[in-house]
């Protein structure tokens, strides 16, 4: 069942060597790992050449502080004429969690990049408005990241 | 409700109970609600208003999408932190009485979210008359909360209800979104005003509770 | 936001120019047509709406957070609260991407269960969505008409999980508790009041003229447009794109049930009105093929160190408490991995990214929810309207603020 997403990492690596770092295949799910410096080129190339039209999520996730890289994001892909999914994977370390921006290729990456770095802290270079999205704007620090408390850090008091 | 105030406080009180209990009637027979809601309870508020629970048979004929007009406020839903502002602006521009009910666990204590993000309790930004429990609580819950409110205000004395001092409730402004005037001239004006006034003091407009008739 | 405050002309351009002026209006967050608390900052050029700017964020709940310190179990709960007009099927995601890290295989009976109730629940959230989108538009008999069906369906869910919006019915591994005495009675009876009931709204809606000219023309949004906009569901299929995850990328059983997928080419409020309408329908023939199948059996997958044994075993045998103990209190490993369950719910495809090293309690649970990515295609779609007819287009999005701001 993962052939054909297979073939398409093949067709990735035949356009350019250095786009593919690694590969993960488990449970029926193909997962690409992509240097964070090619992630604009490939997601192209997919969108124009294989048919990867639509992008159905973009999330980040935080490993943990004493991982190092310590941030990832996951792009994950649909074709709407052929049904596959895939996922492109950009590991990022905490001094310098930056990537590029994808909404020129794909406007919903538009508000999912917003919320990735309102929540923690990812920061994409060249996105329109890169403001918070879901917690109030005078919020200090980004709440998904593991060493974020769950209860935050005052009593809510309107002073 | 200023005349009803003058005329009552100038009256001794064995002339005022017969009073009350009219004036409470008619307040009690006619509570129309503003429109709060914000998640799942507002769901079941809605099918407390639609034709199985007729909440309208109990007075509350229209809910009313302005807070000028409405006497009750039902706070149905979690109320997070960016949103805590804007509940006390509506509670703030409600003309006196009002009321208010703290539908759901959520709107009560927090109920199944205690974190960063939700308000521990709507009643640490309000005063609140009656809590609803429940995840979210039956229609008929509800029915029942309006009616437990029925019999609180037939209880009421006309003189406790005293308006909110215009001035003291234009001045208070919280630190945080400002949803009206952020972004335009307005808020331009504002932040020369309250760079000149100093406004620092903690947030709190003394509720009806404190201000009693002696004072 | 600050390059907003050139754009303002100062009062003497106002006086100047009378007609020539743009008002900022903020519509919300306290606001009976948007659906809950959703603040829309709209520039306006007299009653046409040259730009908005969506502002969300006033129900937030930090879900998401929340789910890392649950164990996997505990989490169903919560899920609920996040799409509460489909709380089955925000359930059903949950549960399956963790049944996908898992690895279980799911009984029959369990299957066609899920795929019955989750229907009806697609029935009665379509039901909220009309009630509510002809009440703004101003036809509110609609509103009372739709809600009574939708407190049939609610009593058949709470009858069946004890819970009328917040059922939690679904474990990994099945079902909470089976179905009790007498609900496919009560089911086949609602089952056969609803074409009446559908043929009636056809009557009071869909005929009218008043409807049509309000909704047709309003919101457009092109075919390319709204792929690249990421919109899905019936937004998606109102804009001729021919994309059901029940057909495409089936779960559930879903491929075996003879359905169509409406899809309609206006792309506008009016396409999107149809497709739900029809899509009802479809719900309908789908509900009535599940009850044909339902057929005795297990309940719960074959786990017993994921999924909790019955009352009276656990009552009777040494072992089945000792699993039923540690299932509570510590909770079940899930093997590492990583997961994205895409499932076709009432308002598009609800997609849960799942993560999980190891232990009971998962690692990164993401959900992207589907109203989310429709009301970042709102500015797009309502530029160049007016006012009355963004109300229009935020009730044809359907959308629902808790699965927006999580």
């Excluded at chain 2, 508020?45 to 004929?61: C, I, K, P, W, Y």
């Excluded at chain 2, 609580?137 to 609180?152: N, S, T």
């Excluded at chain 3, 491929?255 to 009105?273: K, L, S």
């Excluded at chain 3, 690692?363 to 989310?372: D, L, N, Q, T």
Aim: glycine letters at 6%.
């Amino acid at each position: 069942m993962t052939e054909k997403l297979h073939g398409y990492v093949e067709k990735l690596k035949q356009e350019n060597a250095d786009w593919v770092t690694d590969i993960k295949d488990e449970l029926g799910e193909v997962t690409v790992i992509i240097p964070r410096a090619g992630i604009v080129d490939v997601c192209r190339f997919l969108r124009n050449s294989e048919g990867f039209d639509l992008l159905s999520d973009l999330c980040g996730a935080d490993r943990g502080p004493e991982e190092e890289p310590r941030f990832e994001v996951n792009y994950h892909l649909f074709s709407t004429t052929h049904h596959d999914r895939l996922r492109l994977k950009v590991l990022l370390s905490e001094d310098d969690p930056t990537v590029s921006t994808v909404t020129s290729l794909w406007r919903t990456a538009d508000w999912h990049e917003r919320e990735t770095y309102d929540l923690l802290g990812v920061k994409f270079e060249g996105h329109p408005d890169l403001r918070r999205i879901l917690l109030p704007s005078d919020f200090d620090g980004h709440a998904l990241r593991k060493d974020y408390p769950l209860r935050g850090y005052e009593p809510y008091s309107m002073n | 409700m200023g005349l009803e105030n003058t005329v009552f406080e100038s009256l001794p009180d064995i002339l005022t109970v017969r009073l009350d209990a009219v004036v409470n009637w008619a307040r009690k027979s006619s509570l129309w609600p503003a429109t709060f809601g914000l998640a799942c309870c507002a769901i079941e508020m809605m099918n407390t208003v639609s034709a199985r629970n007729d909440l309208s048979r109990f007075g509350a004929e229209t809910f009313r999408a302005s807070p000028r007009q409405a006497d009750v406020m039902i706070v149905s839903g979690r109320v997070s932190r960016k949103m805590a502002p804007v509940l006390r602006r509506i509670y703030d521009q409600m003309p006196e009485p009002k009321w208010v009910i703290s539908m759901g666990a959520c709107a009560t204590s927090g109920g199944v979210f205690d974190n960063y993000a939700i308000v521990q309790g709507v009643d640490k930004i309000v005063p609140v008359d009656i809590y609803v429990p429940g995840c979210p609580p039956r229609p008929e819950m509800l029915v029942h909360a309006i009616m437990m409110l029925q019999q609180k205000i037939m209880k009421e004395s006309v003189k406790d209800r005293q308006d909110t001092f215009e001035p003291e409730s234009r001045e208070s402004k919280v630190p945080g979104t400002l949803p009206v005037t952020e972004g335009t001239a307005l808020e331009r004006e504002t932040e020369i005003e309250v760079a000149q006034h100093q406004i620092s003091r903690p947030y709190t407009i003394p509720s009806r509770h404190e201000k009693r008739r002696s004072s | 936001m600050s390059t907003a405050l050139k754009d303002i002309p100062s009062q003497f351009e106002v006086m100047d120019k009378p007609l020539e002026s743009q008002m900022t209006l903020s519509m919300g967050p306290q606001h009976p047509s948007t659906h809950g608390v959703l603040r829309l900052d709209l520039r306006l050029d007299g009653e046409l709406v040259v730009k908005t700017i969506p502002d969300i964020g006033y129900l937030h709940t930090g879900m998401e957070k929340l789910f890392e310190y649950k164990k996997y179990q505990q989490g169903i709960v919560i899920t609920d609260r996040m799409d509460y007009l489909n709380p089955l099927g925000n359930n059903l995601a949950y549960v399956m991407a963790a049944e996908k890290l898992l690895q279980l295989e799911i009984p029959q009976r369990a299957q066609v269960i899920r795929v019955l109730t989750c229907e009806l629940q697609r029935i009665a959230s379509h039901l909220v969505w009309l009630g509510t989108h002809a009440l703004d538009i101003g036809a509110m008999s609609v509103f009372f008409y739709c809600f009574r069906h939708r407190e049939k369906i609610l009593n058949l869910i709470e009858a069946a999980s004890g819970g009328r919006m917040t059922p939690s019915y679904f474990r990994i591994g099945g079902l909470m508790m089976d179905l009790p005495a007498g609900f496919e009675r009560r089911c086949k009876q609602f089952l056969d009041d609803f074409p009446e009931a559908l043929s009636t709204f056809e009557t009071l809606v869909t005929g009218n003229t008043i409807w049509q000219s309000r909704t047709q023309g309003v919101g457009v949004m092109e075919r390319d447009e709204a792929i690249s906009w990421g919109l899905t569901g019936p937004c998606l299929r109102g804009s001729g794109v021919d994309l059901d995850l029940r057909r495409d990328n089936p779960y559930t059983g879903y491929e075996t049930y003879d359905f169509e997928i409406p899809v309609e080419t206006d792309c506008d409020v009016w396409a999107r009105f149809k497709v739900r309408m029809r899509e009802m329908y479809e719900s309908y023939k789908i509900c009535r093929q599940a009850l044909e199948r339902l057929k005795p059996g297990p309940i719960k997958a074959d786990a017993p160190k994921v999924v909790l044994p019955d009352r009276d075993d656990m009552r009777k045998h040494m072992d089945s408490l000792i699993h039923h103990f540690l299932i509570v209190a510590e909770g079940f490993n899930v093997p590492p991995g990583e997961v994205y369950m895409p499932i076709e719910a009432s308002k598009g495809e609800l997609g849960v990214y799942m993560k999980s090293n190891g232990g009971p309690k998962p690692e990164r649970v993401h959900f992207r929810g589907p109203s989310f990515v429709n009301l970042s295609a709102l500015p797009a779609m309502v530029e160049g309207e007016m006012i009355a007819d963004v109300v229009a287009i935020i009730g044809s999005l359907d959308i629902v603020l808790g699965e927006i701001d999580r």
